[in-house]
């Protein structure tokens, strides 16, 4: 079966940091992506990984162990406006399979 | 200019009723996708495509048809709408360069069955 997990909420307190998690459970696997959804709007692609490891983007950056099914994304300096929902998708094959995302709130 | 439009924005049906949802992208990508996105569930593949008349089953597509006429246009039909299928409707491309990893999507539609 296919599952990608995140937690519903996060709050982190501007000019901090904040790391959204997500884990998988996929009978294929290609790659990893991240988006920023903003309420009332369409997701925006962020990030794509498909190695393990750590991949810096500057103030996204975004991690990968496909052995542990489990991606992060790490927002540094975070800034009132980054305030959203992140959505974690994982590809395998032709599926794309969304996790139900996990809603940030960065208060000041 | 965006690049992936939807129409219409918003749309209220009747029970029984048939609706379309019309998307076109002028991003040239081959790949086409229908979701939906209601709370809790996050975003689910209805229908997808490869290219101008392709079209596949994604996820949940019971109680919905996809058409793709032409390389910019992929609409979703509901050809008898039940209030069950109340939801926001986000239409995607991709190409195929990209896999599957990067999708632009449009602006979504607001669907209330009554």
């Not at chain 1, 982190?12 to 696997?29: I, L, P, W």
């Given at each position: ?108 | ?65 996809a058409s793709r006429p ?45």
């Amino acid at each position: 079966g296919q599952g990608v997990e995140q937690p519903d909420n996060l709050m982190s307190v501007e000019g901090t940091f904040a790391r959204v998690n997500c884990t998988y459970s996929t009978s294929g696997f290609n790659g990893l992506s991240w988006y920023q959804q903003r309420e009332g709007h369409a997701p925006v692609f962020l990030s794509y990984v498909v190695l393990d490891g750590l991949k810096d983007s500057g103030h996204f950056s975004t991690f990968l162990s496909r052995s542990n099914g489990y991606s992060y994304l790490l927002l540094t300096e975070l800034q009132i406006k980054d305030s959203a929902s992140y959505l974690c998708a994982v590809t395998g094959g032709y599926k794309v399979v969304f996790g139900s995302g996990t809603r940030l709130l960065v208060s000041p | 200019e965006a690049a992936v439009t939807q129409s219409p924005r918003n749309k209220v049906a009747v029970t029984g009723g048939k609706v379309t949802l019309s998307c076109n992208q002028t991003n040239n990508h081959n790949n086409m996708y229908w979701y939906r996105q209601d709370t809790g569930h996050g975003l689910r593949l209805i229908h997808y495509s490869y290219g101008a008349g392709s079209t596949e089953k994604g996820d949940i597509p019971d109680g919905y048809k996809a058409s793709r006429p032409s390389q910019e246009n992929f609409s979703l039909i509901l050809e008898l709408a039940t209030p069950s299928q109340t939801s926001v409707y986000f239409c995607a491309s991709g190409d195929e360069l990209g896999g599957y990893a990067e999708q632009f999507f449009g602006p979504g539609t607001r669907l209330t069955v009554l």
